[in-house]
């Protein structure tokens, strides 16, 4: 056997893995059964580590550094470029510390949901301060010549370093902090209290169902399920499913959570079939994968064109509420701006705000500014200062998220980066199609259409840099959100 | 590390890809999406391979044989033999060979498919030929002092050969042919038209939850789809699976494999859980295994008193066709005997005889004095003599079961040792619980938990002969069978 099929066929063997891995996340995360759901965390994590070793097979490192010495064509390139880049990160890594490293991220996971039942962060606190020095150290190992934390924000969205992300969201605080002082001192503010009228839990999944159906999610192509921390996972392009946590008060955080995991799914499910089994057949980065899930949430889901055609989905599932609504009060209470202590819930005002905050602290931590022991206080301080709002305990605070307890860091900012590039290409997009708020009312396949084009179909085949550079967008800029914010809501708000 | 703790984790991983791979399986059977379900077949496939290759590792291999020389726990010494056994069978096989051989299989299956729908076994006669000669290869290869067909028979139900098989199914062939035809001469027939009026596929759905519920299948533990060809899948005791076919016209054959498939799926479910991820928590035989899922179908699903109790499924469900049957026409009609052509659809009585025509066959082919070519009008003259009906064409003849199209060979027979062993083991239920029949209306709980106790909870930590003998049952015996569908028919045809 040549060396490329033998290439060829490991890649395989590890992408047939991560599928059957993610399978069984699927497994672990949603359905009932304790008992099963706990096994399945089991095997995963055994598939999880069995592709690992497939990784850092140091014959495939070999193999692949041969390979690329020779001529080839783009998705041989690009699948073995890839993959020796995780190689050459994975084998930097001392083997036992890396294997240590998954159970102090278990670990921490498990304490943190014990902290957060308690509302008390000392109780993770130790681990956390592990986990962060565990991260800087293999940053260390990786590249003495960077910064961790921009070694760690590389990995979510590459290139986009602290001094960028600095100036970029500087401008966006600043800018919202103000819009929203404008907009709390607005004389009309919506009555949104239906929105927590009981709204039948069958009936929210219905909801769900018609919401995806009607952005173009192909439900023979996916899953839905309900879960208790919404996700979506690109196992293959005939398999896109999501997740998603239905609430009986909270109608509104259930459809806009839906359109969020359906704009992932919507990315996964439409990535080309050419490229599953190579590795490349997923988002080519979490600022634009984030990018995806924000458009189909924040600029298709809060259209006021979209809810013309849509809006009778609740009413039908729920005439003894949404019949004596109008659709401008539903339209107003689904945009209202309010801030709140939960980041996935906020509004799109106050959203970048909620970021920002966990950027600083991010990064005064990995730039030793801030200790661990100091989270909490400072959390509440920057939530006051920006939002005008404090978390009365840890739950509702530094313990929200589960990110840092499970060893992510620099991952947050990809969700202020994808909004900032959902705006950008938008613009992009509304160059072609002018008609564009026609086309949210009446005809969202086109917009699909679109997407799938000049952003879906590659996978990793592009990188995100190159995405926006065929569109015309030389750089990440943040101008054309707050454009778009402070339009829509000097307008929703007359201001 | 010490080498009990290395051959467990390596029996560990084993299992982790096999659990794997059977919730692989699951995606590729059941559910939509054509190209879902070929990418998941694809991974399952690498994931077999990966079981074979972890199963066949030769240092596993020796660490197995140094093991059994200690004083081991009982798990363990189990365990490890029953790995160990695999391994040497596996071992004994050309690995090249036994490659094709899944390839040979899974293009004999694809033929078979086209054959079966053009209704032409002459499109799948040479890869049968192949399946065949392999086999009996790879037997020659394990053990050159067996009979190929015995060693084959081994495989699904230890112990019983040939020579014991000719005896007990030449004595169950008598008695039901003798059987059969008095009771076609009966005055009295069912009218079991109504069986085959519209019933909606949901509804049919919803009366499978119910009959599953009233057996005691835990519905957190498991999970149940829609499918074309019935399976049940114990990928653990928590997630015990299975698949029903649903068919508007024959709601009497979907409620009957509901309860066949629930069968299987109780012992599943039952087996303990503190033989998980050892290779024990599985059926530990063939015509054990299916003798549980026969008793559930045959013994519960066509007793009276079940139905007294839970008939007003049907009559709640489609109260438009119920609601004029009596109960006595609905039993009457559940239990009609009437020599079929399909076997999975036979009743009670001539069931026997399409197991034992193929047993016949199996037994000539693979003592040469058949030639595959013969096959299709062997198959009619049995079908002629045994049960007066002769096949159309090949489709609802030779071609109607995948087995042998699929390798599988000596695996017909332990549908009927299942049969004599069910009838077995509810004399010994009756021995302990001489009110079985209050209990089969009243009580199925403390049917399925005597069963539990003394077949379900030991996995494969006793063999079936154990699991009789511990029941005072010292040997397979026809005799129960027949008393029992004597008894039964002749009350139910007033013979």
Not at 125 to 146: C, G, P, S, V, W
């Amino acid at each position: 056997m040549g060396e490329l099929q033998e290439a060829i066929d490991h890649i395989q063997l590890i992408e047939h893995c991560r599928q059957a891995a993610a399978v069984l996340f699927w497994e672990a995360k949603t359905g009932t059964g304790i008992g099963r759901k706990r096994q399945y965390a089991k095997v995963q994590g055994t598939l999880t580590k069995k592709v690992i070793e497939l990784q850092t097979d140091p014959r495939f490192g070999r193999l692949l550094q041969n390979l690329l010495q020779r001529d080839l064509d783009e998705v041989h390139r690009k699948q073995f470029e890839f993959h020796l880049k995780n190689y050459q990160y994975l084998s930097s890594l001392p083997v036992e510390e890396f294997q240590q490293f998954s159970q102090k991220k278990a670990a921490a996971y498990s304490h943190w949901a014990s902290a957060k039942r308690l509302k008390d962060f000392k109780l993770v606190e130790k681990d956390l301060a592990d986990l962060i020095e565990t991260q800087k150290r293999f940053a260390y190992l990786n590249n003495k010549h960077e910064a961790p934390y921009n070694q760690l924000l590389d990995r979510y969205e590459p290139g986009i370093h602290t001094e960028k992300i600095d100036c970029l969201f500087k401008n966006i605080k600043d800018t919202t902090i103000k819009l929203l002082d404008r907009i709390q001192k607005a004389p009309v503010q919506p009555d949104s209290s239906f929105f927590r009228r009981p709204f039948p839990l069958e009936k929210q999944e219905q909801l769900a169902h018609q919401l995806l159906t009607a952005i173009g999610y192909r439900m023979d192509a996916g899953k839905l399920a309900p879960t208790l921390h919404p996700f979506s996972s690109g196992i293959h392009p005939d398999d896109a499913r999501l997740a998603v946590k239905y609430a009986e008060n909270d109608v509104k955080s259930a459809a806009l959570m839906t359109l969020h995991e359906g704009g992932h799914s919507l990315y996964n499910q439409n990535i080309s079939k050419e490229l599953v089994d190579t590795g490349l057949a997923v988002y080519t980065s979490m600022g634009l994968h984030e990018s995806q899930a924000i458009f189909w949430e924040k600029m298709i889901g809060k259209h006021k064109g979209f809810w013309k055609q849509h809006f009778h989905f609740f009413q039908k599932l729920m005439p003894e509420v949404y019949s004596h609504i109008s659709l401008d009060q539903f339209y107003f209470s689904l945009c209202e701006v309010k801030p709140s202590l939960i980041r996935y819930e906020a509004d799109d005002i106050t959203y970048p705000l909620h970021v920002i905050i966990r950027y600083e602290i991010e990064k005064d931590l990995f730039a030793d500014k801030l200790k661990v022991s100091d989270l909490p206080e400072v959390w509440n301080v920057k939530y006051r200062n920006y939002l005008g709002i404090v978390p009365q305990n840890d739950c509702e605070g530094v313990l929200q998220d589960v990110h840092w307890y499970f060893g992510l860091f620099g991952y947050f900012p990809s969700y202020l980066i994808g909004f900032i590039y959902a705006a950008q290409l938008r613009e992009a997009m509304i160059k072609d199609m002018p008609n564009f708020d026609v086309l949210a009312q009446e005809d969202l396949s086109a917009i699909l259409k679109w997407k799938t084009k000049h952003i879906y179909q590659y996978g990793k085949l592009k990188t995100s840099k190159e995405i926006l550079k065929d569109l015309s967008i030389n750089e990440i800029n943040e101008k054309p959100l707050l454009t778009y914010l402070t339009q829509k809501y000097e307008d929703i708000y007359r201001l």
